[in-house]
């Protein structure tokens, strides 16, 4: 167990130098790399909870954004489920008014082709109703229908009241037309030259009579310038068959009220 | 056989005579510096590091966590001192494997230095951390009359620091210089891994120790 003092003092100093060179090489070096990992490190976690906490914040944003557009899809589904609503009845309403429309329609032309039919019915009858008739005449006297509907007209001419035979006075005076007298048969000339006559003397116009056949007018006698009508014939008394038939068609239970 | 490397003249620089002891301890010396040098030229700070950065990170992180486990405080004032303590030691044990080596750690003027290099170190740390006053105080805790029982006490400490690595790594050597005149085969081989554990115990033992020496330093009492 030797003790050398000048190893001693050398080893002293070795150790000294030794102490100094690992702290710069060794330990120095070393702690500043493991400092800079760890801060590296305590920053890459600082990063990582700001980035954490932008993530929940995205997150909380996103969930928000969600929500208020879940909200705006309930609002454009309830606004597409009111427009379908709303257009759902305007389609009711305007299919409604299309059937509506479409009935009127049809109901007119029921009622033209009711006019229409009546208008020949009346016709018809009219015409069948004078030829029995004018057979009836013929029959029971030597007569002839056609002239003794002429005479009628005449006297309905005659028995005019003042203010008819004014608006015909009027209506004739008016017109440079000739007053044209309408009847489905010829008329006798004696009759004519009668009926020119009760014209021209309750209108004191000089303008002439004209007589033509018309089948048009069904069955009767009708004088007639610038729209004004004076006339007599069946049409009068199919009138009243005319309503009883419309009343027959609007209600099928309806019995007819001519039956005497 | 010669077995105190002190008596092992080796070549002389003018009038100083370098001995086994100095010379190894220069090696030893060279080889940490130059390894330490060369590995923390290149650190990186990154998340993939070297290899031997990393057995480096290693060791100074087991000293520093050690001596933070002892301390109880920040490590880094007295990682320097106890690592180079500690590393130096464990070195020159080691290194008894290499052939013709002779450990600096087998010589007394080795194990004494170093161990008056604690005993030093732990005034010095002291004083460094609790100031003179507070640090020639703790020599008079609990009384006055317990002056000489530290005194003894540094002293003591420090004679069984040096001989006891001393006794050690000597005995090491001169067990194994026997086995190795008497069965030349397999047994000093068995001698030589024992030797290895001995001198890494003995390099942790006087590491610990001159960590709780100076623990207890700059430990203000009572704390």
Redesign the interface.
Known sequence: ?????F??????I??????A???K??????????D??ER?IADDLEKAVIQRQEAEKSAALAAEELKLLESRRQEMLEDARNKAREEEAQMKAAAQTAAEERQKKWQQAFSMEQENYIKALKLHSGKFAWKVSEKMLRELSDEKINNKAAEIFLKKLEALGGAQTAEFKAAVNRSEKPVVVLSPFVIDDILKDKISGVIVKMTESKNKVLFERSESIGFGIQAAVEGYKISWGGSEYFSGMEKEVIDVFKDGNKKGGYDG | MEINPDNMQLFGIGAIKINATIFYTWIVMALLTGFSAVITSRLSTGAKIPRWQGVLEVIVSFVSGQIRQVIGRDPWPYVPFLGTLGIFILVCNLMEVVPLYHPPTSSLSTTAALAVSVFFAVPFFGIMKNGLWAHIKSYFQPSFFMLPFHIISEVSRTVSLAVRLFGNIMSESLMIGVFLSVVPLFVPLVMQVFGLVIGVVQAYIFFTLATVYIGSSVSIHGE
Request: hydrophobic share 60%.
């Open positions: 167990m030797e003790f050398d003092l190893t001693f003092i050398a080893q002293v070795n150790f000294t130098v030794l102490i060179l690992l702290n090489f060794l330990f120095g070096r070393v702690k500043a790399a493991m800079e990992r590296k």
